[in-house]
């Protein structure tokens, strides 16, 4: 994992003036868009083919923005194939008219982006510390010597991004039309920002959800954090839609435990089979490649057509 973070860090630099190529649709680039919460970062935005500001598209956002589209510009050669699978569903009439959001990651302050910080400062201190100092396997620093600004990150896209993408692109502005999506730590955030902003988004999509923050389970107070903020602050299941998925191998081995305790919680606040789904995919790993083989069952969920 660690090569991944400094890979990620290192596409940042070498990939910042490669435009991803897409098979379908066009890709327009947003060049490093700054904030007053977070660092700069490029936005990469997909628009389907044919794409006419005299109709109105749903908006997407996705984390982790350069890994989504073309595998030539990705660290490990895996890409979400996010034109692909979307172009493919709007073609045979499967989904709504939707834009897609690449919000590329800070590569070092990714983990700190993306954790959410709320539950971890319910914590008591002396956990906040420990957690801070947990390490990766090779012995470097999980959060790289940063602290938690995950509030800042969902007010980076609330705040400075959503009116530029409201403003720029025909597209709808309601939280029935503006949906969230990312895998691991994306999932995690994902889940955050529809928790914090439930008037904003309307559906998030979870793969691969993260739920041990950092990588061990052994005396891990995170994911029990995280399940009782979600008792408190999951959205109303009325007008809201949360897609949760996790494979059986690699990192997703983790999470098969700690998956079925969100189930139940999402069950005893209301949600069922029409604004929730959770599903486990046996032998997938914790990989672009596997998030690119279901990431049309959420899309599906989302915004299929009444």
Not at 38 to 65: C, F, Q
Not at 103 to 110: D, L
Not at 190 to 201: D, G, N, R, V, W
Not at 244 to 264: S, W
Request: with cysteine; net charge positive; proline share 5%.
């Amino acid at each position: 994992m660690i090569k991944n973070i400094f890979l990620l860090f290192i596409a940042n630099t070498l990939f910042a003036q490669t435009l991803p190529k897409v098979s379908t649709g066009t890709l327009e680039r947003i060049e490093n868009l700054p904030s007053k919460y977070v660092t700069g970062r490029n936005i990469d935005v997909w628009l389907p083919e044919n794409y006419s500001a005299s109709k109105k598209y749903a908006v997407l956002y996705m984390h982790d923005g350069q890994m989504l589209y073309d595998a030539e510009t990705t660290w490990n050669k895996q890409a979400w194939e996010v034109d692909v699978i979307m172009g493919k569903l709007l073609q045979e009439n499967k989904i709504q008219d939707v834009i897609v959001v690449g919000i590329w990651n800070g590569g070092v302050t990714r983990h700190i982006d993306y954790f959410p910080q709320k539950p971890f400062e319910s914590l008591p201190k002396a956990q906040q510390d420990s957690i801070y100092n947990a390490n990766r396997s090779n012995g470097q620093s999980v959060f790289n010597n940063g602290k938690i600004n995950s509030d800042n990150y969902l007010k980076f896209i609330v705040k400075e991004l959503k009116p530029i993408i409201d403003n720029k692109y025909s597209v709808y502005t309601d939280k029935a039309h503006t949906f969230v999506a990312g895998s691991s730590m994306g999932g995690l955030i994902s889940l955050y920002a529809i928790c914090e902003y439930p008037k904003i988004f309307g559906g998030a999509a979870c793969l691969s959800t993260h739920w041990p923050g950092i990588f061990a389970l052994e005396h891990n107070p995170i994911p029990d954090a995280f399940f009782a903020y979600l008792k408190k602050h999951l959205p109303n299941p009325k007008g809201h839609r949360i897609y949760f998925d996790y494979g059986t191998a690699t990192l997703d081995v983790m999470y098969q435990t700690l998956q079925p305790k969100a189930d139940a919680i999402m069950k005893s606040k209301g949600f069922d089979s029409t604004n929730w789904m959770t599903k486990k995919f046996e032998g997938d790993d914790h990989s672009e490649k596997s998030w690119s083989s279901r990431f049309a069952i959420p899309m599906e969920f989302f915004l299929r057509k009444n």
